[in-house]
Protein backbone atom coordinates (compact mmCIF):
# COMPACT_ATOMS: atom_id res chain seq x y z
CA UNK A 1 0.00 0.00 0.00
CA UNK A 2 1.75 2.92 -1.35
CA UNK A 3 0.07 6.19 0.73
CA UNK A 4 0.20 10.00 -0.18
CA UNK A 5 2.00 12.36 2.06
CA UNK A 6 -1.89 14.57 2.44
CA UNK A 7 -2.75 10.45 3.68
CA UNK A 8 0.30 10.13 6.59
CA UNK A 9 -0.31 13.11 7.52
CA UNK A 10 -4.04 12.22 8.42
CA UNK A 11 -3.23 9.29 9.39
CA UNK A 12 -0.80 10.33 11.72
CA UNK A 13 -3.49 12.68 13.28
CA UNK A 14 -5.54 10.26 14.59
CA UNK A 15 -2.31 7.70 15.46
CA UNK A 16 -1.05 10.61 17.66
CA UNK A 17 -4.80 11.18 19.07
CA UNK A 18 -5.09 7.50 20.27
CA UNK A 19 -1.19 7.52 21.72
CA UNK A 20 -2.45 10.13 23.88
CA UNK A 21 -5.08 7.91 25.58
CA UNK A 22 -2.62 4.59 26.04
CA UNK A 23 -0.73 5.94 28.91
CA UNK A 24 -3.76 5.78 30.65
CA UNK A 25 -4.63 2.25 30.01
CA UNK A 26 -1.54 1.86 33.04
CA UNK A 27 -3.46 4.48 35.12
CA UNK A 28 -6.75 2.48 34.37
CA UNK A 29 -4.94 -0.33 35.72
CA UNK A 30 -3.40 0.76 38.85
CA UNK A 31 -6.86 2.76 40.10
CA UNK A 32 -8.28 -0.99 39.66
CA UNK A 33 -5.58 -2.34 41.96
CA UNK A 34 -6.03 0.41 44.65
CA UNK A 35 -9.83 0.39 44.38
CA UNK A 36 -11.25 2.82 42.15
CA UNK A 37 -13.02 5.78 43.86
CA UNK A 38 -15.89 7.67 40.86
CA UNK A 39 -16.41 10.17 43.85
CA UNK A 40 -13.18 11.38 43.64
CA UNK A 41 -10.71 9.72 41.15
CA UNK A 42 -8.18 13.30 41.22
CA UNK A 43 -7.78 12.19 45.01
CA UNK A 44 -6.48 8.90 43.93
CA UNK A 45 -2.94 10.05 42.65
CA UNK A 46 -0.96 9.66 45.32
CA UNK A 47 -2.41 6.27 46.16
CA UNK A 48 -0.67 5.64 42.73
CA UNK A 49 1.82 3.56 42.34
CA UNK A 50 5.05 5.60 40.77
CA UNK A 51 4.57 4.15 37.25
CA UNK A 52 1.11 4.92 37.55
CA UNK A 53 1.72 8.67 38.56
CA UNK A 54 4.40 8.99 35.31
CA UNK A 55 1.76 7.25 33.23
CA UNK A 56 -0.84 10.44 34.37
CA UNK A 57 1.29 12.50 33.67
CA UNK A 58 2.84 11.27 30.07
CA UNK A 59 -1.16 11.03 29.24
CA UNK A 60 -1.19 14.67 30.25
CA UNK A 61 1.62 15.81 28.46
CA UNK A 62 0.11 13.73 25.32
CA UNK A 63 -2.57 16.22 24.91
CA UNK A 64 0.06 19.20 25.25
CA UNK A 65 1.81 17.90 22.39
CA UNK A 66 -1.21 16.40 20.17
CA UNK A 67 -2.38 20.11 20.12
CA UNK A 68 0.70 21.69 18.56
CA UNK A 69 1.42 18.44 16.47
CA UNK A 70 -2.20 18.27 15.21
CA UNK A 71 -2.12 22.05 14.11
CA UNK A 72 0.97 21.39 12.48
CA UNK A 73 0.31 18.09 10.62
CA UNK A 74 -3.17 20.11 9.92
CA UNK A 75 -1.12 23.05 8.06
CA UNK A 76 1.04 20.90 5.85
CA UNK A 77 -2.10 19.10 4.38
CA UNK A 78 -4.19 22.20 3.57
CA UNK A 79 -0.66 24.02 2.19
CA UNK A 80 0.01 20.94 -0.09
CA UNK A 81 3.44 19.91 1.78
CA UNK A 82 4.46 16.48 -0.02
CA UNK A 83 7.41 15.69 0.59
CA UNK A 84 9.14 12.64 1.90
CA UNK A 85 10.65 14.92 4.59
CA UNK A 86 7.10 15.57 6.02
CA UNK A 87 5.82 11.93 5.83
CA UNK A 88 9.01 11.13 7.71
CA UNK A 89 8.20 13.93 10.33
CA UNK A 90 4.40 12.49 10.41
CA UNK A 91 5.87 8.41 10.95
CA UNK A 92 8.59 9.69 13.33
CA UNK A 93 6.26 11.81 15.51
CA UNK A 94 3.50 8.75 16.19
CA UNK A 95 6.87 6.46 17.22
CA UNK A 96 8.54 9.26 18.89
CA UNK A 97 5.43 9.63 21.41
CA UNK A 98 4.85 6.36 22.08
CA UNK A 99 8.83 5.93 23.13
CA UNK A 100 8.17 8.87 24.87
CA UNK A 101 5.51 7.34 26.96
CA UNK A 102 7.32 4.13 27.28
CA UNK A 103 10.03 5.88 28.37
CA UNK A 104 8.25 8.27 30.83
CA UNK A 105 6.43 4.97 32.50
CA UNK A 106 9.96 3.37 32.88
CA UNK A 107 11.40 6.27 34.55
CA UNK A 108 13.97 6.65 31.68
CA UNK A 109 14.27 10.62 32.07
CA UNK A 110 17.27 11.10 29.43
CA UNK A 111 15.26 8.70 26.98
CA UNK A 112 12.00 10.81 27.60
CA UNK A 113 13.32 13.93 26.71
CA UNK A 114 15.38 12.84 23.82
CA UNK A 115 11.93 11.52 22.04
CA UNK A 116 10.51 15.15 23.35
CA UNK A 117 13.30 17.01 21.72
CA UNK A 118 13.13 14.58 18.56
CA UNK A 119 9.34 14.72 18.70
CA UNK A 120 9.05 18.47 18.67
CA UNK A 121 11.29 18.97 15.87
CA UNK A 122 8.99 16.71 13.72
CA UNK A 123 6.50 19.26 14.92
CA UNK A 124 8.08 22.20 13.83
CA UNK A 125 9.91 20.93 10.52
CA UNK A 126 6.11 20.13 9.52
CA UNK A 127 5.41 23.99 10.53
CA UNK A 128 8.38 24.98 8.50
CA UNK A 129 7.75 23.06 5.38
CA UNK A 130 4.07 24.43 5.59
CA UNK A 131 4.99 27.83 5.73
CA UNK A 132 8.04 27.46 2.89
CA UNK A 133 5.04 25.80 0.65
CA UNK A 134 2.92 28.76 0.85
CA UNK A 135 6.09 31.35 -0.06
Keep these: MNLSVSAILLYSIVAAAIS???PFLLVAYARAKVGYDTSAPRAMFDQLPDYAKRATWAHQNGFETFMIYSAAAL???VTGVSSSLAAVCAIAFVILRLLFSLFYIT???IARSLMFGLGSLCT???FGLSLIKIQ
Design 20 to 22: VYL
Design 75 to 77: MAY
Design 124 to 126: YTL
Design 107 to 109: NVP
